[in-house]
């Protein structure tokens, strides 16, 4: 399903629930961020070496789907409230991000790219 299609069956979704109502800009990003915090919560406590067994661990597995989707969701309602086309601003930010970060000076370091000449 593309984002434009996964988009029209998430505002179906709420359309038939009558919650554009409580859809505002600053509503969603909130809730966005909510989600996010969520899927954070599955790291805590949790080293590096837990959380590479996680995807082995279907219930674990399970919650990182469900946050995962959770947060796409209101990215996508977002987007469509601010009239936003996530695949062209997500190949505009690639392309900005290749200027920032060249191959020659960004290969393998973590650096930002405001430290990458020194």
Same mark, same amino acid.
């Given at each position: 399903? +593309? =984002?434009?299609?996964?988009? &029209?069956? $998430? @505002? ?5 629930? %009558?919650? !554009?109502?409580?859809? /505002? #800009?600053?509503?969603?990003?909130? +809730? =966005?961020?909510?989600?996010? &915090?969520? $899927? @954070? ?5 949790? %080293?590096? !070496?837990?959380?590479? /067994? #996680? ?5 674990? =597995? ?57």
């Amino acid at each position: 399903m +593309s =984002l434009h299609a996964l988009t &029209a069956a $998430l @505002l179906a979704f709420r359309d038939e629930r %009558n919650w !554009a109502q409580f859809h /505002t #800009l600053r509503n969603l990003i909130v +809730s =966005l961020n909510l989600e996010a &915090a969520e $899927l @954070l919560e599955l790291t805590q406590w949790k %080293n590096d !070496a837990d959380m590479a /067994t #996680l995807v082995d661990d279907p219930g674990a =597995l399970g919650a990182l789907h469900d946050e995962c989707a959770d947060v796409l969701l209101y990215l996508l309602l977002i987007a469509d409230k601010a009239g936003i086309d996530l695949e062209a601003a997500a190949r505009a930010k690639l392309e900005k991000n290749a200027a920032k970060y060249p191959v020659d000076k960004a290969y393998g370091t973590s650096r930002k790219y405001t430290a990458l000449d020194d």
